[in-house]
């Protein structure tokens, strides 16, 4: 059982930056791929990036490359999203979420957190 909770989330301008950060409790957490998905208001849950459980392999989506960075510390259990140059469109509730795989595919994915609110003004 894998339990996660985000924090980081807030108000920021357009070209700002964020980061996010995901702890995990329980002693498996190395063992885990991690994702950041997000969710805006009517629209379905996106991919945004993972990572799998070695740090070695990363993923992301086509709309935040090169703006977006993923990263882990096993030690302290947490997976952290870097954001900058961040878009009005970036507006979104990001969960961060625990899996096998490091998979694009949400229904991949076993643990998830509550989700933690980015909201990008222009």
């Known amino acids: 059982q894998v339990q996660l909770l985000e924090s980081g989330g807030g108000l920021v301008q357009a070209g700002g930056s964020l980061r996010l950060s995901c702890a995990a409790s329980?002693?498996?957490?190395?063992?885990?791929?991690m994702g950041w998905f997000r969710q805006a208001p009517g629209k379905d849950r996106e991919f945004v990036s993972a990572?799998?459980?070695?740090?070695?392999?990363?993923y992301y989506a086509d709309s935040v490359k090169g703006r977006f960075t993923i990263s882990r510390d096993n030690a302290k259990n947490t997976v952290y999203l870097q954001m900058n140059s961040l878009k009005p469109e970036d507006t979104a509730v990001y969960y961060c979420?625990?899996?096998?795989?490091?998979?694009?595919?949400?229904?991949?994915?076993?643990?998830w957190g509550q989700g933690t609110q980015v909201t990008v003004s222009s």
């Open positions: 979420a625990a899996g096998p795989y490091g998979s694009r595919w949400y229904r991949e994915y076993d643990y």
């Open positions: 329980g002693r498996t957490f190395s063992s885990y791929a």
């Open positions: 990572i799998r459980w070695s740090g070695d392999n990363t």
